[in-house]
Structure formats: C-alpha cells, structure tokens
C-alpha cells in the first residue's frame, strides 16, 4: 500500500501504543472521561490540539497487529480474529475511548488532569508523527530551543582546542591519509591513489580547502605560510560533520520514537567521548555517522508510510555512509528491516520499487564520494584486500593485549559511549522486543551483528565503536523511558520535562564529565610541543640525538623567524636513524644489505641494551624517550624482553636531564593502551601527550663521545657539526654518523598511530 493509498485520516503508526494503555477506576470512569474532555476543551489553544478531535475520530486503522475493540468489549486485531475480553477497564489509543468491564478487580485511580493529559499525549504523538512524516521542520518552541542548545553545547565541545598539537599531527592517520592526500589532488587529479580508506572524507576536506583559500594556488601558499590554519580548516569541516550527526539522530528519533526519546538520544550522542574527541582531527570515523543517522531517518519514515523520498533518503545515507568508511555499511541492516515491514503491510511489490529506489540512490551517493572505485575497480579491490589483511595483522600492534574482541567492544561502548547509555540499550532492546517487534527489528539486530563482525578481528581500537553509536543511543533512551515508566506507572509522568531532565542527567553525566574533560585538555599545549620548546631553548643545533617515532619528522625543524635565527632551514639536531635497521623486527635476525624499515609498531622489537654502546661511540649522546613507545614493551614484556633491559639499563646509566608529563603529578603513570593513551580519557591526565624523558649519556668505555654526562650541552657539538652550522646556516644528516648497525634517519610516518 502506498503512501497515495493511505485515507487522510488514518491514525499514525507512531509505535508508543502499548505504553498508553492505563487501567482505570471502574467507579470514576465516566465522570472523569466527561471531564478530561473539558479540561482539554479549556486549555489554551496550539498546533496540535486540533489533532484531539480527529484522534477520537477516526475509526482504528486496518493494519495488520494494531489492537481495537469491539461494541462488545472483546478485543480484536486488524486480521478478525477474537480475543477474550480484557479482564481490566483500558484506554485504548486507537479507539481514543474508555472501555469499562465491571469484572475487574484491578482498580488504579487515575485523576482528571492526568486524564486530560494522557488524551493530550495522545494528539501530540499523533502530530508529530504526521508532521514527521511531511518532514516538516519546527514544533513547539520548547523544543526548538532545546535542540538548539543541545547543538550549540555539541559545537562547543568539538570546536574548543581545535588546534591541539599544531601544526603537527601527532595521529599517524590524520598526518598521512586524508588531509595531505586531499591537498595532493591539487597537484595531480582527482584520484586520491589510496582506497585503503574510502575517500569521501578526504573529497570533503580538499573541496573545503579549496573553497576557504580560494583554489590550488590559495592552499598550497597557505600550507607554506601557514600550516595552522589549513589543518584547522580541516578539522573543523569533521567538526561540523559531528555536529550535523547529533541534528539527524533527532531527526531520525523523532520520526521513529518521539521527541522525548529523539532528545534523549541526541542528548547521548552530544556527549558520547568517542565522538567528541575524534571530531577534533581530521579523521573519517565522526563523519561517518553523519550519514548513518540520515539513512535511519528515512528508515524510520518507512514505518509510517511508503514515501519515495524516504526510500531515496535511505539509499543516499546508506551509499554516503560507505563512502566515507566502509564499516558505516551497516546501516543497511536497518533498512532492510524496514523493508521486510513494508512487504507484510503493502505487499511485494511496492518494495521492489522501494528498494530499487535505495540501490540507485546509494550506488550514485557512493559514487560520488568514492568515483575511482569505478574508474579505478583493480586499484580499489586490491586496497580493500590490503585494508582486510591489514585489520587481521596480529603481530603488528605490539601493546594491543586485548585477545577478546567482544568483551573488548562491550567494554569500550561503557567508556566510549557511557555506561549507563549502553546498560540501557540492552533494557530498551528488551522493551521494544516485548512491546514493539518492528522497532526492535530495526534498531537491534544493526549493533549486534556489528559488535560480532568487529569483534572477530585482532585489532581492536574503540574509535571503531562509533558506527552504531547512534543505535546505542536511540536504545539507551528507549530503555531510559520503559524504566521510568515503569517506575511512575505512567508514561505521561516520564516524559513531563522534570522527569526528562533527570533521565537526561542519568543518561549524560559521563558524557558530560569525559567529554568536557577532554575540550578542555586538549585546549592546552602538548606535552610533545613542551618538550620542543625546551630543546630549542637549551640544546644546541647540531648535537646528535635519538628521538623515539613519537613525533613527525619536521618536529626537528626550526619553523617561524624565532626558531630559526637566520638559518636557513634543515634538522635542528641530527637524529640516530629508527626508520630502518639490519635486525629484522618481526624475525630477530640480523640481515645483510641497506636493512629492513621499521614501523611505529614495530620500533621495540629492534631495541636491545647494545644500541646504547653504539650511541655513545657515534656521539649520539641525547637519547628522548616517549611513553606510548615504552610502554608498549612495558605491555607485553614477554614479546620484547631486550627492549625492557635496554630502558633498564638507560635508567642506570644515563643522566635524566629533562622530563615533562601529561599528569598532575610527574611520578603518576597510567598503564599502556592503544586506546586510553592517546585518547588521554583517564582523568589523571592534565593535558594531551606521552611522558616524554630526556636521557644525557655517559661514558663507559673507552672510545665514547659523550663525556661525563656534566657540562654545558654545546660541548656535544662536533667540530665538524659547528663549522658547517657557521657556514650554511643549518646542519644536514651524516648517514655514515648513524653508527655502524643502523642505516639513515628517519621514519617519515614516525607520529603515534591507532
């Protein structure tokens, strides 16, 4: 049945029936009916009263499962067959009529006002469902403002500390695979020559770039002059992105569960951790669920009528949300839910035609965000096969202790998400199973097949948590309100705003806590720029130092007239190379020939207490040493052994001449995780970044440069490094200088990863 078949009146399929089902006092009914229609007659007049008349109107519509009642008091459904009479007095909101059966021994006492309000509940939900329908914008002033204020505070909290760590990217991801890909489309097309991640993300950021500087020539002078401001451009259009996402979870809400749950939900999600702190790097994860949540609203259309736009809206969603990563394809789920509900109430075809609807508009909407996997198809597969083997690379990610993805994921939605908001969605799956079967099919089985597929993986990091997101937090306030109706024995008291401000607070006061914790750290200097700035102050240009992958390669080049002094550009210091080695990391052998690279996961695995007698030889006398290196063999002691003797020894023989901590307290240390250490969502953390120690060596044996460990630092320039400093200006790496083991420097993708 088409949407052009509906009769004009029939009353909405707006899902909350069950709830607004009240048992009432046999000897208070008829008086109380007579005058809950007067109260209602004297309340001042707005939008939606209209609405009352026609819901007491219309006859029950004849869908298959909705309930109505005959002239005899004897329940029937929509298919003709009978049920005994209820053993209660009832309200039914298809009838919008008592029923009295003198038989009941259940008698509750309902007063008059709250009768009138439940007949006003009633009219409301059907007027929002209609208007929803319509796609209609607005509603009652309330709750425009606050929405509005809900998405003022979510551009608060992913806009404040935008700029954190720049102009480095201290994310390896967010430093190599979208924003410099998006700027090398200015150079060489549209082909972003990577499919590992789907591009939509990076079309987004180079299209945004181009508008805000005015075209190639804009960008790239910009990126010279200015690398703040295009990263900050970057990272704002993922901000807005987010924001935009919490505007479509009420959208979808409204159209599938109501404004009080759709306020809820969006409540969830303004303050869900993951989403906050992954909306300030450029990144395609919060992006994603922009997307999403545009495919569940015109799902959630499809319960209340067979519309094409929604179809459509659905297909676009659907088709973006692949685009962009390819993990938001699980919004599919959903809609083929919906389609299933569709064909029982229409028959089949209308579905077709609905669903060839949702496979042309989201084969065109991945397409344009990803249009080289069509010009391109050989290119695309290979990298989606590179993407898969990737994700199943085990011995890759030392640190990563986790062995179970399931309990992984389940944990990672209480930290991630909120605790509360992901019980609940079990409570609100539970509910809308007994209640509501068709909703329950729509929004449950989309988080768990997920957490299933995820779960089988070896990799675990809870960013990828975000894609069902916004069914946790459609659930959880599903959940929210069952228990407190439960609780009042009314759902008109459950939703009353004194009652939705405190589900709000329960649902969100993690959220709140974290998230604003986390704005609020990341507004402040990273630990890593601190450091810089006390190398420059006081190290010398030229002296040798081993600097762990813990921060880009340009992090030892002089930016701005300040730093650089009328030099003329170059490293500052020269670095011990960790980018390649000749001990294999994954075997242990020694290899012959240039080495092997050596990846940031893969840096202690090379590590052994030797590597301290070859630094002191070669004069590489300054040794910086992060903590999410060192804590990843602090993780797993039992894979690196040598790695930890090497730090062992470093602590004894070395001279500590500088240490800065992201904690209160200097001492205070939080145990290694892919997660926590670089999300810095522990509240013992006082701004963003590694402990990072800075280590002087000593001599031990003969034929060591570095001295005693005392005196001045300019005394760990070489000769020749000082003259060539006074005669260009700047210092150049020595590949014969890197020491006898390890070839040249530098390990261009050496930032944190996750």
Partial sequence: MSTADHDEHDAPDFGHGSDLIFEIDDAELAAAAAESRAAVDDEPHSDWDDDVAEVNAVPPPSRRGLRRRGKDGASRRSGGQDLPPAPVATYSVADGAPQIDSRSERQHKRTVAELAELRKLVAREAHEAERARGDHLGGSRGWTVAIGVLLAVAAILRLYGIKHGLPFAYNVDEQAHFMPRAIGMFGHGGNPDYFVNPPAF??????????????????YQAYISDPIAVWTVARVACAVTGIIGVWLLWRAGLRLLGRPAAFLAAGVLTFCFLAVFYSHQALNDVPTLAPICLSLWGSAGLLIGDSRR???LAGVGLGLACATKYTGGIVAVPLLAVAVHRWRADGLEPVVAGMLWVGLAS????????????????????????????SGDEAGKLGLTQTNGWSYYLTASGWGIGWVPSILAVVGALHLFLRDRMRFWLLVPAPVLYMMFMGSQVRFFGRWLLPIAPFIALLGAVGALAIATWVLRSPVRARRPRMLAVLFVILCAQGIVYSFHSSRILGREDTRAVAREWMFENVPPGVKIVLEPIVPSSWVQPLGENERRGRYGGDQWIKFSVGKSKKDPVSGAFVDGPGVLVSVEDFER????????????????????????????????????????????????AEKIYTTSPFKDPNERVPFSFDWSFTYFPLDYQRPGPKITIYRLRDKEPGDKCGNGKGPLSSLVSDSAA??????????QDPAATGSDAEVVDDAAGAETQ
Avoid at 373 to 390: C, K, N, R, V, W
Avoid at 723 to 732: M, N, S
């Fill in 202 to 219: 990076t079309y987004l950021v180079h299209f945004t770039l181009s508008l805000w500087f005015g075209g190639r020539d804009g960008v």
């Fill in 310 to 312: 929604d179809w459509i």
């Fill in 363 to 390: 084969l065109l909407a991945f397409l344009i965000g990803n249009p080289y996997a069509l010009l391109t198809p050989g290119e695309f597969i290979d990298d989606l096969i590179h993407q898969q083997s990737a």
């Fill in 606 to 653: 090379i590590l052994e207490p030797d590597l301290l007698r070859r630094y002191r030889r070669a004069g590489f006398c300054l040794v910086i040493v992060g903590s999410t290196q060192r804590g990843r063999a602090e993780a797993e002691p039992d894979e690196v052994p040598n790695a930890l003797r090497y730090y062992e020894e470093l602590d004894t023989e």
């Fill in 723 to 732: 003259e060539q400093i006074a005669k260009d200006g700047g210092v150049q």
